[in-house]
């Protein structure tokens, strides 16, 4: 009977070695032996592991003496400055060569108030390195080599290439205990709310990744970049097999607009706010999937506006390329880069059309005009600016808001005791609606007996009377 399978089993390996087989399906197969189960990686780390660098970040921080040390009101009190006590702190994780000429890619936070930074290769060289551009929203910094030699460099991937399964290798320097590689697989793609960024679409993995690895390479068998490792899933700080990295394709228009000289990096500006598509709303809008950006907002005379996009339509895809969340479509209009026209699957009342859009930057639609209010009005101390849409993407707010503004707050001032804060709007004071900054400081300039003032805080408006 055994003899009579194993031989059922022959045949049946031999009728499927006998098919025709994709030039696909043969990249991308399961061992077939037990000679191929005891292939290494060691080759292909050999070949890229030069390429992956430990950076090294120190920066100096005052300490508080005393809880009331940087108060000036405290500080009148007693007479005297209260002294606040200098220290150096360092940090410390990885990198990736993606350049001959010694530029580094690495995770913004990894770097971020730093004094001092320095990026030790594999061999145990030391490189003083300079910041070209660091994006805190993206959490991505590009660093630059100062070293007068080729050194060795990773190949930029396709990461929307990347599929579930495929085989990836993590490099980094967990621990700060030294290089260290790990394998596992892509586990899940396009995932979102894992950081407080800008947008949520991350490549996840169970190769283990712990603290230090941030800003490592996670790379494809064929020894190319797929992403920056950056974030890991734990309570208890270590790895658990859920690790999160930047897409490679995302890396790839952040280093053109440094390698273009650019001072920040500039995203696509919409014009609409969106919100991801529920169960209920798939449901009441007759779709097929729960997925895509519910648009909730148009701003009028912006790119969507002007494309034809109303609230209430869902987009699907963004060049042929499907939409799962509404942060899939920000990298998604992202990557595609500015100055790019791109077609947007609509689907609407279950008729599905497709309408184009060009990508442009946030306009300043009226100048910021910066003021610090000063004298005896409740804003003294308060620094306030005209709103557009490029201010609101800075100040990362909803880009359909309009008026002025509180950028930021002296501290100890009468306006962060009365308990004003950043990102207020102010809507309106006795009376007069507040529609700029001139306005604003030619009403302050009064000395009225009381002062009526309305904010707008996350969305709901306050009012208060001061005397």
């Known amino acids: 009977m055994q003899g009579i399978v194993r031989g059922l089993a022959v045949s049946a390996l031999a009728l499927l070695a006998a098919l025709p ?42 300490r508080r003496v005393s809880p009331f040390a940087g108060d000036p009101f405290f500080e009148q009190f007693f007479g005297q400055r209260m002294p606040n006590r200098t220290e150096k702190q360092s940090s410390l994780g990885s990198g990736v060569i993606v350049g001959a000429d010694g530029m580094v890619v690495t995770n913004n936070h990894v770097i971020d108030g730093a004094d ?23 959490d991505l910094a590009v660093l630059k080599i100062d070293a007068k030699e080729e050194l060795p460099a990773l190949v930029i991937g396709d990461s929307d290439k990347v599929e579930v399964g495929d085989l990836v290798l993590a490099i980094g320097n967990p621990f700060g205990v030294g290089q260290t590689v790990t394998s596992g697989i892509v586990s899940a793609l ?41 974030a890991i899933f734990s309570k208890g700080g270590g790895s658990n097999g859920i690790g999160f990295a930047i897409p490679a394709n995302l890396v790839k228009v952040f280093l053109a607009a440094a390698e273009r000289g650019d001072a920040s990096f500039e995203r696509p500006y919409v014009g609409a706010t969106f919100e991801p598509v529920t169960s209920d709303v798939a449901e009441a809008l007759g779709l097929e999937r729960v997925r895509g950006a519910l648009v909730v907002r148009v701003v009028e005379g912006g790119p ?41 699957s609509i689907r609407d009342n279950g008729r599905e059309s497709e309408i184009a859009m060009t990508l442009t930057g946030a306009p300043e639609t009226m100048p910021r005009d910066e003021r610090l209010i000063e004298g005896g009005s409740p804003f003294a101390g308060a620094r306030i600016a005209n709103l557009s849409p490029k201010l609101a993407f800075e100040l990362r707010m909803p880009s359909e808001v309009t008026g002025v503004v509180i950028t930021e707050i002296v501290r100890g001032s009468p306006a962060a005791r009365l308990g004003f804060a950043p990102h207020d709007i102010i809507v309106s004071v006795n009376g007069v609606n507040i529609a700029s900054t001139s306005v604003m400081e030619a009403v302050l300039a009064e000395t009225p007996g009381f002062w009526r003032v309305e904010v707008e805080r996350d969305g709901q408006r306050i009012q208060q009377i001061f005397r």
Do not use: C
């Not at 043969?26 to 950076?55: K, W």
């Not at 001092?116 to 993206?138: N, W």
């Not at 679409?201 to 490592?216: L, R, V």
């Open 21 to 62: 087989v994709s030039t696909f399906a043969q990249e991308l197969r399961v061992p077939q032996s037990a000679s191929e189960m005891q292939m290494s990686f060691a080759p292909l780390v050999r070949q890229t592991h030069g390429a992956v660098v430990n950076v090294y970040a120190e920066r100096m921080v005052q």
């Open 116 to 138: 001092d930074i320095k990026v030790a290769l594999s061999d145990g060289r030391e490189f003083p390195v300079k910041v070209v551009l660091k994006d805190e929203r993206l």
């Open 304 to 344: 969507a506006a002007k494309a034809g996009l109303k609230a209430g339509q869902v987009v699907e895809a963004v060049d042929g390329i499907p939409v799962e969340h509404p942060d899939a479509l920000g990298y998604r209009l992202t990557t595609a880069g500015l100055g790019k026209t791109v077609k947007l």
């Open 190 to 230: 396009a995932r979102n709310r894992v950081t407080e960024g800008d947008f949520g679409f991350f490549i996840q993995t169970d190769a283990s990744i712990n603290p230090g690895n941030s800003g490592g390479a996670l790379m494809n068998m064929k020894g190319e970049l797929l992403g920056i490792n950056t």
